[in-house]
Antibody, heavy 119, light 111 residues
Framework: QLQLRESGPGLVKPSETLFLTCSVS??????????WAWIRQSPGKGLEWIGT???????FYDQSLRSRVTMSVDASKREFSLRLISVAAADTAVYYC???????????WGQGTTVTVSS | DIVLTQTPLSLSVTPGQPASISCTSS???????????LYWYLQKPGQPPQLLLS???VRFSGVSDRFRGSGSGTDFTLKISRVEAEDVGVYYC????????FGQGTRLEIK
């Protein structure tokens, strides 16, 4: 059974860089499961797609975050990552990683990791 | 960006009664490939969202047939035929025809 697990720092200072990793178990990052995404949810708010990375490294980002986001993948380690620079309080959120097999629906989600931006 | 607007933002339903949630898109979600890229999710308290319906009306594996999706173009509806206690949470619609955006969510509670 495919499972995703997010990891990273729970607390980041303003203006610093956030780095999160999603570890995939029970499956592979390959042509059969090519698209992997990050989604976040600010406290009390709705869902915001951050971006998608493919198994071979292509990326697609939300326009509002594009200037600050970089996603990467290491298929051999079965993990993909999110790098968000110049964080601010508005980046405080639960960050989820998820799979979308055909770049459409997210069918498997991690449990999420809470990130707080504060000095 | 495509904006998805859900109504109502919250609803309170007696168990066994139906419920309906609307999702209106600022642009058509019908692609030239014939597919309509509209999805529904339920986020139960303390959990990540879970996929309910793909491409308007296709139920995901294990999803009860009490959940039905309908609509076309820019107007879509999720209907729950008989609400149960386990249906409590926030429902989101999502589009993926042009990048990805979510509706603001509709909170369902039990009376």
């Amino acid at each position: 059974q495919l499972q995703l697990r997010e990891s990273g720092p729970g607390l980041v200072k303003p203006s610093e860089t956030l780095f999160l990793t999603c570890s995939v178990s029970g499956g592979s990052l390959d042509k059969k499961s090519p698209y992997w995404a990050w989604i976040r949810q600010s406290p009390g708010k709705g869902l915001e797609w951050i971006g998608t990375v493919t198994y071979n490294g292509s990326t697609f980002y939300d326009q509002s975050l594009r200037s600050r986001v970089t996603m990467s993948v290491d298929a051999s380690k079965r993990e993909f990552s999110l790098r968000l620079i110049s964080v601010a309080a508005a980046d405080t959120a639960v960050y989820y990683c998820a799979r979308h097999p055909a770049a459409d629906a997210f069918d498997v989600w991690g449990q999420g990791t809470t990130v707080t931006v504060s000095s | 960006d495509i904006v998805l607007t859900q109504t109502p933002l919250s609803l309170s339903v007696t168990p066994g009664q139906p419920a309906s949630i609307s999702c209106t898109s600022s642009q058509s979600l019908l692609h030239s490939d014939g597919k309509t890229y509209l999805y529904w999710y339920l986020q139960k308290p303390g959990q990540p969202p879970q996929l309910l319906l793909s491409e308007v009306f296709v139920r995901f594996s294990g999803v009860s047939d009490r959940f039905r999706g309908s609509g076309s173009g820019t107007d879509f509806t999720l209907k729950i035929s008989r609400v149960e206690a386990e249906d409590v949470g926030v429902y989101y619609c999502m589009q993926s025809i042009r990048l990805i955006t979510f509706g603001q969510g509709t909170r369902l509670e039990i009376k």
